[in-house]
């Protein structure tokens, strides 16, 4: 068995399958660039699903990878046993070889079963197989072809070894190769053990043979529904993680070169001794792997917030930082350690190095704005579980106030509560997060479109019957934006479609297109679709499957037919609008990049005709100053008319001469890029899809209309240009006009003017606030005159409107002042908004009475909640109906404590 480094592992699986003919790609991010159903790549499938399926067509047939995967949620939730576990993680990587139709079971077996033993040099007599229990093709393949005795494959069930993408659709036997950890306990109880699924063995490697498709549910797995595929696939996957460990003699994956420095880089700030450390081992693996996990998510664009994919990014920086505490590791650390996880990983993954700045000022801020919740958060957790009984549960509204309003991860809750001894009501957690998604509107569906299946159908159909060649439908939306074409299919609702009439919503395909199709923020074209007697007027352009234009549209003339003759017309003046906003963001990601520095990356955009938006990496507002000299510059670049310039490369030659990619985007081995250079002053490279303008004059104008937060660590700049920015300066000019006229000033003046009429009334304010306290203030102290007297305790109890916190506090001063011995009880409606107040004198709580208590009991008649410290608490709520209910409910505990 041959001692090797992880990077050593990873590369000698990659060129072994380059020489085996492999197209050996890189990771996909962990982002799933097709797949709007995962939300995160967590297979070494996963780029090549639409593959599997049909809809995507690639140059190759063979495909090797060390994919880049996450497992956090659904069937693949391994992260409570992150930390216990010697095996689990978040991420992971996973080594696969792939066959799109070309080589099947016994090349696929022949290639795990020489490469784990020849170059990685593992004993035979320690590997056993698994298979399912009715594939007699792959037993005899394995002990007649490829030569393991019999009394090492076992044959076990539809749970372990058949796969199904889902309920029907593609699916085939599985063959699991498996590491003997105890070869001692002899040959003749393997098969037992493998059955028994006991702690002998180790799986290595699973090889998926995609042999059939399933027509209808079968949940006995009879085989009945069945059908062999015309060309069966092979998907193979490994876990990196697992034959290291194997490889280097590790009892454990955390005990391997993937982790141990950056335990060691912890155990260096806790400055534990080894023995020290391998007492708390559980927190030294959580924020190892946690850690690994978010630099990674991090450098994908997966940045820390509150829904869907960032909130698993916050949720592993917060429970890391959580762990770290049981470590007194009390101040932020993580982007430290951080520096491990890039050190060792950047090597094969040069996005970490090139992102490094980035990724460790993310985490940073995370765990600041963690730490700065975590205490109030804690403490109120801890007051909860106070008040249950001994391992009783803490309710899911109790648990999603904590997650929603003070930051606590779900995850980190859990973890508290039963570290209490405590557990919680999930299925009521997540019935209040629902009712929250419902109430404020999350969760929407955008609208509903036929399914890829059916447009697939459609695309093998016109193949067949010789109506498009195997690359499909000619697309070129670069050219000229008026073709010839003829129309190849009609669909409705699902179903194709001879003839229509007007008024009919339709789905067009032709055998060539100008249309441009949603891609890379772009929007599709609109236009025309034309025959001599009829029209069609096309409102959307989509790509449902490799190979196939789709033009949605309406019935505006005439009777369309199939294999009329048409002209497919863009609509030109939109798309000029079009194009001048896409270039306007090339220039406006340059312009933000130099004023604001290179960790600035694109995170998303809308180019639209009337307007483009442009979301980016950056943790700060873009402040007034720096907005005006990016506007400025990205002016002065339009006004240099440089020339705007298209080409195709190899994606790794353009990525080595600096060309920008979109984060998450799945690009081709092949690549267009834009470039906006003059002579050899270039200002931008970017790979990208869409459509430009030829030179920068085109754009006319470009104005920032609008800067704002989009999420943690992300900023949007809104941006218009041509025509519509010129509109907009001349709409800003007359609205100036119109306010200096009405400040009687010049434009010039005007500012001035107004600075000065709000100094004016500013100090007006003052005043009128100075005398609004003093009238309360009288009014206060005349009430002070007829105190009530409950068990002997002088008390004021007040119900007011529309006082200001400050000055409910400012009347707790004066009773105070006023009062030795006394509670103070106040409930205001601000605007509907109930607040809440109680302040109880220093010798009247060493008798009983709590302030806090009071106010915890009041705010829950008003529908809220709070507390406080003896002497003083405060509360608010949602019900201001519900105050004198409220105050009557102090009133009676005051006189319960005296009685």
């Known amino acids: 068995m041959r001692q090797m480094t992880s990077a050593e592992v990873r590369q000698a699986f990659l060129d072994y399958f380059q020489t085996k003919k492999h197209k050996v790609l890189p990771s996909s991010s962990l982002v799933p660039g097709n797949d709007p159903t995962l939300l995160f790549a967590n297979a070494g499938m996963v780029q090549f699903k639409d593959v599997f399926l049909g809809t995507d067509k690639r140059d190759y047939k063979r495909a090797a990878t060390s994919q880049k995967c996450m497992r956090v ?32 079971k016994l090349e696929a077996m022949r290639f795990a079963w020489e490469l784990l033993t020849e170059v990685y040099g593992l004993p035979a007599e320690r590997l056993a197989v698994s298979i399912y229990e009715k594939d007699d093709e792959s037993f005899d393949l394995w ?39 105890y070869p001692e306990r002899g040959e003749e109880g393997i098969i037992e053990s493998l059955e028994k699924d006991d702690d002998r063995f180790l799986e290595i490697w699973n090889l998926v043979f995609m042999q059939f498709n399933r027509t209808q549910a079968d949940p006995t797995n009879s085989g009945q529904y069945d059908q062999p595929l015309p060309a069966p696939c092979v998907d193979t996957g490994m876990g990196l993680e ?17 982790f141990m420095p950056i335990i060691e880089r912890t155990q260096q700030l806790t400055g534990h001794s080894d023995a020290e450390r391998d007492a708390n081992i559980v927190p030294y693996r959580v924020i190892a792997d946690h850690i690994r996990a978010a630099v990674f998510l991090i ?17 592993v920086l917060r429970r890391a930082a959580r762990f770290g505490t049981k470590i007194d590791l009390n101040r932020p650390f993580l982007n ?27 985490i940073q801020r995370e765990e600041e704005r963690f730490r700065r919740t975590m205490e109030s958060g804690l403490t109120e957790l801890e007051n909860m579980l106070a008040d249950l009984p001994a391992g009783g549960t803490l309710s899911g509204d109790k648990a999603f106030f904590l997650k929603a309003t003070l930051g606590l991860p779900t995850q980190v809750i859990k973890d508290i509560a039963e570290e209490h001894g405590y557990s919680v009501d999930m299925a009521g957690f997540d019935s209040a997060e629902e009712e929250h998604a419902r109430v404020s509107g999350g969760g929407q569906a955008m609208g509903v479109t036929e399914s890829a299946e059916v447009y697939a159908a459609v695309l093998a159909d016109l193949q067949a019957d010789g109506k498009l060649p195997a690359s499909g439908v000619m697309h070129d939306p670069h050219g000229a934006t008026s073709v010839p074409a003829e129309v190849i299919a009609l669909i409705v609702d699902g179903a194709p479609a001879d003839a229509l009439s007007v008024g009919d919503k339709v789905s067009v395909v032709l055998d060539q297109t100008p249309f441009y199709v949603e891609s890379g923020g772009q929007v599709s074209d609109t236009g025309t679709i034309r025959a001599d007697d009829w029209e069609i007027e096309v409102e959307d352009t989509r790509r449902p499957v490799g190979g196939l234009v789709v033009h949605h549209g309406e019935v505006v003339q005439g009777t369309p037919r199939i294999g009329a003759k048409v002209i497919a017309s863009v609509d030109d003046a939109r798309r000029t609008d079009i194009i001048r906003n896409h270039t306007g963001t090339h220039l406006l990601h340059a312009a933000l990049r130099n004023h604001l520095g290179t960790h600035v990356q694109q995170r998303g955009s809308l180019v639209a005709p009337d307007r483009l938006r442009f979301d980016f990496a950056h943790d700060a507002r873009v402040d007034e100053t720096q907005l005006r000299d990016i506007e400025r510059e990205v002016n002065d670049i339009i006004l240099a008319n440089y020339p705007v310039f298209a080409q195709y490369k190899p994606l790794q030659q353009a990525r080595n001469e600096g060309a920008m990619a979109l984060f998450g985007e799945k690009y081709a081995d092949v690549v267009r890029t834009v470039s906006i250079a003059a002579d050899d002053n270039r200002y931008s490279y970017e790979l990208c899809g869409g459509v430009h303008v030829k030179q920068t004059a085109d754009i006319g104008l470009f104005v920032v209309v609008g800067e704002g937060s989009v999420s943690a660590g992300v900023r949007r700049v809104e941006a218009l240009t041509g025509q519509r920015a010129i509109d907009y300066m001349q709409t800003q000019k007359a609205q100036l006009h119109q306010i200096a006229g009405r400040l009687t000033a ?34 206060f102290m005349a009430r002070m005159e007829s105190l009530e007297q409950i068990g002997g305790v002088p008390v004021m109890i007040l119900q007011l409107s529309d006082t200001p916190p400050e000055t409910l506090r400012e009347m707790s001063d004066w009773f105070r002042d006023k009062v030795d011995s006394g509670v103070f009880v106040a409930g205001v409606d601000n605007d509907g908004k109930p607040q809440l107040l109680v302040t109880v004198s220093d010798d009247l709580t060493k008798s009983g009475l709590h302030a806090g208590n009071i106010v915890k009991a009041m705010a829950q008649a008003v529908g809220g909640g709070g507390g406080g410290r003896p002497n003083m608490a405060q509360a608010g709520g949602k019900d201001s109906g519900k105050i004198s209910e409220a105050l009557d409910i102090a009133r009676r505990m005051i006189a319960e404590a005296r009685a």
Request: net charge negative; with cysteine; charged share 30%.
């Open 746 to 779: 010049t434009p010039a003046d005007a500012l001035t003017k107004l600075e000065a009429l709000q100094g004016e009334l500013q100090a007006s304010k003052k005043q009128v606030e100075r005398l609004r306290r003093e009238v309360a203030r009288q009014s």
């Open 299 to 315: 450098a994908d664009g997966v940045l820390p917030g509150a829904k869907g994919r960032d909130s698993v990014c916050r949720l």
């Open 143 to 181: 002990t007649e072809q490829v030569g393991i005795s019999p009394r090492r494959v076992a044959r076990l069930g539809a749970k372990d070894n058949f796969w199904q993408m889902a309920e029907t659709g593609p699916c085939g036997p599985c063959s699991e190769i498996h590491w003997d950890k």
């Open 242 to 258: 697992r034959i290291v460990s194997i490889l280097q003699g590790a009892e454990a994956n955390y005990e391997t070169d993937l």
């Open 73 to 104: 949620s659904g069937k693949h939730n391994d992260l409570e046993e992150v930390g216990p576990s010697p095996r689990h993680h978040t991420f992971f990587e996973m080594l696969g070889n792939f066959s799109f139709g070309d080589y099947f």
């Open 336 to 362: 430290d350690v951080a520096g491990a996880v890039i050190d060792e990983m950047g090597g094969h993954y040069p996005e970490l190095v090139e992102r490094a700045d980035a990724i460790k000022r993310t």
